[in-house]
């Protein structure tokens, strides 16, 4: 079954505005991480945030984790063209040595 | 630097017909090795993972299989192929031991089962 699920399903904004994609799970976990997968190809990491952290960032990217309403928010400042990709987030469960990913966001980046 | 290869790339194959998917990674040694399947335009299904040699655990019952005969070696089986079969198949490592980490990611191996 998929832990976190991602929301929006699909996002299209302008370049240079910000992005902001939410993730919500179900129980306790060890870490939360955000994927970003362009179309055919592997998923590529880009931040992990543990669960004792509330927020991390990485670059144009912020991350919040929220345990106590079991979500996420992964935002992108500044979109560009090439940030058009799927996000994913990924949780790992209290004692569990995998990752559960959710259904993913379709984000475009118009020019 | 570590790299993980991914093979084949495409295939198609005939309902009922077997298949081998390999993953091999370089440069690490004992890593974590998983195998993920993502149907289209969806999320991925962990399918199978491995913390060692021989180890192997399941999660979704199904008509396939998968053995970890080397450290860095991955093989994805299966002696008959259904339809829905059919997707993308993704094999990742990580060097996690008391939890999982960044998972690294080959470039997938598309399947479609006519």
């Known amino acids: 079954s998929q832990q976190g699920e991602e929301d929006p399903q699909a996002l299209s904004i302008q370049e240079g505005e910000n992005a902001t994609m939410n993730c919500s799970y179900k129980?306790?976990?060890?870490?939360l991480q955000w994927y970003r997968q362009n179309s055919g190809r592997g998923l590529v990491h880009l931040i992990l945030?543990?669960?004792?952290?509330r927020e991390k960032h990485s670059g144009r990217l912020r991350v919040t984790l929220d345990t106590s309403k079991k979500s996420s928010s992964l935002l992108i400042t500044a979109s560009r063209a090439a940030d058009t990709a799927s996000y994913f987030c990924a949780t790992e469960r209290l004692g569990a040595q995998k990752l559960v990913f959710g259904q993913g966001t379709r984000l475009t980046i118009n020019p | 630097s570590q790299t993980i290869h991914q093979w084949p790339a495409t295939l198609v194959q005939p309902v009922g017909s077997p298949l081998s998917l390999e993953c091999t990674v370089e440069?690490?040694?004992?890593?974590?090795l998983y195998w993920y399947r993502q149907a289209a335009g969806r999320g991925l299904q962990l399918l199978f993972y491995s913390v060692g040699i021989g180890q192997i655990s399941s999660e979704v019952p199904q008509n396939l299989s998968a053995s970890r005969p080397q450290d860095r070696q991955f093989i994805l089986s299966s002696k008959k192929l259904l339809l829905s079969d059919s997707g993308f198949y993704l094999c990742?490592?990580?060097?996690?031991?008391?939890?999982?980490?960044?998972?690294?990611f080959g470039e997938g191996s598309r399947l479609t089962v006519l």
């Open positions: 440069g690490t040694s004992n890593p974590n």
């Open positions: 129980t306790s976990i060890n870490n």
């Open positions: 945030i543990r669960s004792n952290e």
């Open positions: 990742a490592w990580s060097l996690g031991r008391t939890y999982t980490g960044e998972l690294f």
